[in-house]
């Protein structure tokens, strides 16, 4: 008597007689795979080639990476970080091969006794020396390396407070006269083979400072300072951005270090010490009156102006950085009015709020705040 899985040819009602096929429930569930066969393989080429084209243009876009180095901190940090990935390589490999051999004596002698003192050697070689010499070698290297990111080869020339907020960040240069003190935002500028000194602290939250090609993560914590050094062996763009989980838009809390030649940086600081440029064209005045009447002025300041406002960043040459929104748009005439017109589309939960203006008031403003450079 056949059992309900069975598979076989069972005599057909009817008068043409025949037979019919009993098909079991695991036979049916691969029956239908195979005809769906074609639709997994089309929906798996379709995900690999968009897995591919996601990587390529990953490698195209601008993204931070430690993986090479362009500071003098960030090169010590980076031949210590692979000194023990290849110490670690090499101990795991060790063990691997030290394992295969020791079960392939086990399998000629027949037997995982040892015998003799052959056994007890390898315990006080293999598990007692070996690692107190690869742990003090990588202790006292990294102890060494990492005290000596402490301070800097040389005294540094370059004073800058970083002050983080969520989600952007605020540059004070410190150097030079009280009345020469200026800020910045999300852009940190500084002279190519000089020392420069950082003092570290949060408005708000814990935040992390983190410029990876050029030195290592530095947290700010509310309530305390602290300090780091960073050098740019040659001139760029680095990007950096904030390693330490502080909120909604902790992703798109990003700035850029330009590193540049003495005599370019010495021209920049000029140009950032003088006050906002005067508007000259009628949409620029235009744009200037827009903006003391619209909520903008309680919140930036234009030094030169009546703006004071102490809550967003300076605007004084806004026209002459490279990005918008803390990183996150490239500073174009249009982006910026996107920026004004929908920021809390754009970036949700930033404290920048949404300003609502005729359009022509909107393009006399942009006017205006591009021609601050």
């Not at 074609?38 to 996601?54: D, E, H, N, P, Q």
């Not at 240069?173 to 002279?191: K, S």
Request: charged share 15%; hydrophobic share 40%; with cysteine.
């Amino acid at each position: 008597m056949s059992g309900a899985g069975d598979v076989g040819p069972v005599p057909s009602g009817g008068e043409r007689g025949g037979y019919e096929l009993r098909v079991t429930s695991y036979e049916l569930t691969i029956l239908r795979l195979v005809t769906r066969n074609s639709y997994f393989v089309t929906r798996l080429r379709k995900l690999l080639i968009g897995a591919a084209a996601a990587l390529l243009l990953a490698g195209c876009a601008e993204s931070p990476t430690y993986m090479t180095s362009s500071g003098a901190a960030g090169s010590r940090e980076a031949a210590l970080g692979w000194t023990l990935t290849i110490i670690s390589c090499a101990v795991v490999a060790l063990v691997a091969v030290l394992l295969v051999w020791g079960l392939a004596r086990r399998r000629e002698s027949g037997t995982g006794v040892s015998e003799g003192r052959e056994g007890v050697s390898w315990i006080y070689y293999g598990g007692v020396l070996m690692p107190i010499v690869v742990l003090l070698f990588a202790f006292t290297y990294s102890t060494v390396t990492l005290t000596g990111l402490h301070h800097p080869p040389g005294e540094p020339k370059v004073h800058v407070e970083v002050i983080g907020h969520r989600w952007w960040w605020e540059m004070k240069y410190l150097d030079g006269a009280p009345e020469g003190v200026f800020y910045t935002a999300n852009e940190l500028h500084i002279p190519v083979g000089v020392p420069v000194h950082l003092d570290l602290r949060s408005a708000d939250v814990i935040h992390s400072f983190w410029v990876p090609k050029l030195a290592g993560k530095t947290d700010l914590a509310p309530g305390s300072e602290n300090s780091m050094w960073i050098e740019a062996k040659e001139p760029g763009v680095y990007l950096g951005e904030c390693a330490e989980f502080c909120g909604l838009q902790h992703a798109h809390m990003q700035f850029r270090v330009v590193a540049e030649s003495p005599r370019q940086y010495a021209a920049w600081l000029a140009d950032q010490r003088a006050p906002a440029r005067v508007p000259s064209e009628p949409d620029e005045k235009r744009g200037e009156q827009v903006f003391a009447n619209a909520p903008c002025a309680g919140c930036h300041t234009i030094r030169g102006t009546d703006a004071e406002g102490k809550v967003g960043p300076d605007l004084t040459h806004v026209g002459s950085r490279l990005t918008l929104g803390a990183g996150i748009l490239p500073n174009t005439p249009g982006h910026m009015a996107g920026w004004i017109a929908s920021s809390q589309a754009i970036k949700p939960g930033s404290y920048m709020p949404t300003i609502y203006l005729k359009p022509a008031e909107l393009q006399t403003l942009v006017s205006y705040l591009q021609s601050l450079r």
